[in-house]
Every structure is written in structure tokens, then in C-alpha cells.
């Protein structure tokens, strides 16, 4: 062994004591920091939610009973929902339970679904049978009062917004005050804008293709009625369930334009609805506490026109 080895085996070896010596401090100062960073963070919000995308398919009414979901939305802490489902039977029993959800202190706001049943999702925006039930239900109504927006409709390419019935439906939500529920991409809202420049529009997942922030941002400026609502939006969230310093931005640049949505498409996502809403408090309580009530709660509220819940 070389001199100049051993001297090198020597720093090695009080490097190693110095590493040993440090670790257990460098440790306690890691769980310190980490403690303080958890107290630092946000408590979940606890203010009443506004579901704004609720579907009570007919795979769900045969699980989940008119009482069951009111009581999942009770626990959950939502007190107002847009309905809609396919086919519309759904939401009418959601809208005929007035007791039940007065009880749950739930507001129904319906929706007409332009689905009969799965088959109606590739073809609607040219199905002049589509547009005939909406103004017989328009015409009907619901044990809750007036339809007040159509959809969750889905646009799987965007040219087909310039479907004859797409557009006669936009058309007619402008010339009614209902909202539409939009489920499609960045191209497709242009084109529904263009039929019905002053409609209401609430696009579903504000893109669940994960469209650019930026590309969000010019939609919003762009379009004032246009709102952006937030289940399955890629990027919201980063792995923790925690908002995203993008979307934190974003949502407190366009505090008035976004809604939250359980989007109860399967059954599933009744089974996990109240996990769902805990998710949904968790980034909203990374929100300054005045935008997160508004994005929670006071934006649904307002279009539709509901009180405050007293309790
Ligand atoms: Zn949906």
C-alpha cells in the first residue's frame, strides 16, 4: 500500500465518521422539515360543493336508489347538482324525489341528456329525432322544475359540431338560457361558439385530452360565457392529489369560469363518490379559501340561481 493510498483510505475512513455523525442530525432536520412542510399545507376545503357533471345512468338507478346517491351527496357535502342522464328517466327520478332531497339538502338542477341509450353517442349532432325530444322534454319539464341545460354530450371529432342538429341544439340553448354540458376537444368548442356565440357553455374536464393551458387560458379570454369544469383534467393534480402550480394559476386568474364534477359515468364512480368529493377538498383547499368557494360552490350557484345553503 502506497503512502498516498493510505492517506486516501484515512479521508475515506473520516468521511465515513463524519457521514455517520451528521446522518442521524441531517435526518431529524429532514422530518423536521417535512413536519413543518405538512403544517404549512393547506386544510381541505369544507364548504358546500357544487356538483356540476352528474350522470344517474340506467346502470346506476338499478344499483344505487334515488335515497342512496342523496345520501352519498349529503355525506359529501354537496348541495346542489346538475342531473342528466341516459336516458332521461334518471334524472326525473332525481327531480321527482323532492322530499327526499329537501331531506338531504340537495338542489336538482336537470339536464336533458341527448342519449336514449349508447348508440345515440356517435350519431346525434345529425339526428333530427334527437332534436324532437329535446323540445318534448323542454315542453314536459321535470317534477323539479324546468330543464335548465342540455348534455353531457360528447363531440368524439370535432368536426361533427357542425352537425345540423349540433347546431340547432346550440342555437336553441342560446336563444332559451339552457347551459350545455360539452364533452370535446379545444377545435370543437370554436365551432359550437360560432353557432351560439352568447350561449352558456360548460366544457366537461375543460379537455380530457389534457389541451394546453395556454390553449385554455385564450378559450376563456376568447369566450366569456364559456366555463371549464374539472374531473379527469389531466394536470390538475400532481401525484400527491395536490394542485398543480400551473392550475393554481390558472384557477386564480378565471376564478369565475370552473366548476367541479364527480362525472358519474359507471357505477364505479358511485361507489368512490365520496372519495371523489375528498379529493376534489383536498386541491381546492391550495386555492386562496375565497377562489376555492367559488370553483366549489358559488359559481354553480349562480348560474342556476340557488341560495346558499343555511346549514
Ligand atoms: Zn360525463
Not at 13 to 23: E, K, N, V, Y
Not at 50 to 77: I, K, S, W
Not at 83 to 104: I, M, V, W
Not at 251 to 275: C, H, K, M, Q
Request: proline residues 5%; charged residues 20%.
Amino acid at each position: 500500500m502506497s503512502l498516498l493510498s493510505l492517506a486516501a483510505r484515512m479521508r475515506i475512513g473520516r468521511a465515513r465518521a463524519s457521514i455517520g455523525r451528521a446522518s442521524p442530525r441531517g435526518l431529524i432536520a429532514t422530518l423536521a422539515g417535512c413536519a413543518l412542510a405538512a403544517l404549512a399545507q393547506a386544510e381541505p376545503y369544507r364548504g358546500p360543493l357544487f356538483d356540476a357533471h352528474l350522470h344517474y345512468n340506467v346502470e346506476a338507478t338499478a344499483v344505487y336508489p334515488v335515497e342512496d346517491v342523496l345520501a352519498r351527496m349529503q355525506r359529501a357535502g354537496v348541495r346542489a347538482i346538475v342531473a342528466n342522464s341516459r336516458p332521461n328517466d334518471g334524472t326525473k327520478s332525481l327531480a321527482a324525489a323532492k322530499a327526499q332531497a329537501a331531506a338531504a339538502g340537495v338542489t336538482v338542477v336537470p339536464f336533458i341528456r341527448l342519449y336514449r341509450n349508447r348508440a345515440d353517442y356517435t350519431g346525434w349532432f345529425g339526428d333530427e329525432t334527437i332534436y324532437a325530444m329535446v323540445l318534448s322534454e323542454l315542453e314536459r319539464g321535470t317534477a323539479a322544475g324546468p330543464y335548465r341545460g342540455i348534455g353531457e354530450f360528447h363531440l368524439y371529432d370535432s368536426a361533427n359540431a357542425n352537425g345540423a342538429v349540433a347546431k340547432k341544439l346550440m342555437q336553441l340553448a342560446q336563444a332559451r338560457q339552457l347551459v350545455v354540458l360539452a364533452h370535446v376537444d379545444d377545435a370543437a368548442i370554436d365551432l359550437l361558439m360560432a353557432h351560439a356565440p352568447e350561449a352558456r357553455v360548460i366544457w366537461a374536464h375543460t379537455g380530457i385530452g389534457g389541451v394546453a393551458p395556454e390553449r385554455v387560458r385564450a378559450l376563456l379570454d376568447r369566450y366569456p360565457t364559456l366555463m371549464g369544469e374539472l374531473s379527469y383534467r389531466p394536470g390538475l393534480t400532481a401525484g400527491d392529489g395536490r394542485l398543480s402550480p400551473e392550475w393554481k394559476g390558472m384557477l386564480t386568474a378565471f376564478p369565475e369560469r370552473f366548476l367541479v364534477g364527480s362525472d358519474t359515468w359507471i357505477n364505479g364512480r358511485w361507489s368512490a363518490y365520496e372519495d371523489l368529493m375528498r379529493a376534489a377538498r383536498l386541491w381546492l383547499g391550495d386555492l386562496p379559501p375565497a377562489v376555492a368557494e367559488r370553483i366549489a360552490w358559488r359559481n354553480g350557484a349562480q348560474i342556476f340561481g340557488i341560495a346558499d345553503p343555511a346549514n
